[in-house]
């Protein structure tokens, strides 16, 4: 059974710092990974999909990458703003159409 | 900007009630989702539907929960007789073409807060 975890649970950093949050996966049998917003009381946005031919995608600040051999993907988040801060959830496709999720890392930036 | 409609944002109901959430997905897409999170834990998947039935479900779709998409703009999902442990957010999601296993992205609506008494 696919589990997707999410390393860490919770991260704090100054504005204008550069991070990467990672997830992690146990079967790599995926079609395609998503990366997600979800900020308190509302719904989830789709910030990147990386197909599983692909290495890697980038949207403005954000690019994520992943290595599907070894069940990993990262989110690299540059000069970050307290805008960004959320939950970012990662969810993988199998053969079917729901989304599998990690738990999510909570990301808080000071000004 | 389009984006899926879910009403009402928060409802309560004693247990053993039936109750009907609420989505309007985007007009053009093709495939309809419900996930759910119950609170502090993942966003775990419910059921997907497409061309007017259930594609997927999970094991937590058990014979309480029912969905249906009564005209062509909304989506609903029926809990015959709610439990405590029915507590969550539901959220309503839609893609476009086939789906997310064609690499198609999620608009998830912005939620249903489920509470049970």
């Known amino acids: 059974k696919q589990e997707v975890t999410q390393i860490p649970a919770a991260l704090s950093v100054p504005e204008g710092e550069n991070l990467v949050l990672n997830c992690s996966f146990t079967?790599?049998?995926?079609?395609?990974l998503q990366w997600f917003r979800q900020d308190p009381g509302k719904g989830l946005t789709s910030l990147l999909l990386?197909?599983?031919?692909?290495r890697e995608q980038t949207s403005g600040r954000l690019n994520a990458s992943l290595d599907k051999s070894s069940g990993r993907s990262t989110l690299y988040i540059a000069a970050s703003q307290p805008g960004d801060s959320a939950t970012y959830l990662c969810?993988?496709?199998?053969?079917?159409?729901?989304?599998?999720f990690g738990k999510g890392t909570t990301l808080s930036v000071s000004s | 900007e389009p984006e899926v409609t879910q009403t009402p944002s928060h409802q309560v109901t004693q247990m053993g009630q039936e109750v009907i959430l609420r989505c309007v997905p985007i007009?053009?897409?093709?495939?309809f989702y419900w996930y759910r999170q119950i609170l502090g834990q993942k966003v775990e998947f419910l059921v997907s539907?497409?061309?007017?039935?259930?594609?997927?479900k999970s094991e937590i779709f058990d014979d309480q929960f029912s969905v249906e998409r009564p005209d062509g703009s909304n989506f609903t999902l029926k809990i015959r007789s709610t439990k405590l442990e029915d507590s969550a957010m539901y959220f309503c999601?839609?893609?476009?073409?086939?789906?997310?296993?064609?690499?198609?992205?999620?608009?998830f609506g912005s939620g249903t807060q489920l509470s049970v008494l």
């Open positions: 990386i197909q599983s031919s692909q």
């Open positions: 999601a839609s893609s476009a073409g086939q789906g997310v296993i064609a690499n198609e992205k999620l608009f």
């Open positions: 007009s053009n897409h093709l495939y």
């Open positions: 969810a993988v496709t199998q053969a079917g159409t729901a989304l599998i």
């Open positions: 079967d790599s049998a995926i079609y395609n």
């Open positions: 539907f497409y061309n007017n039935e259930i594609s997927e």
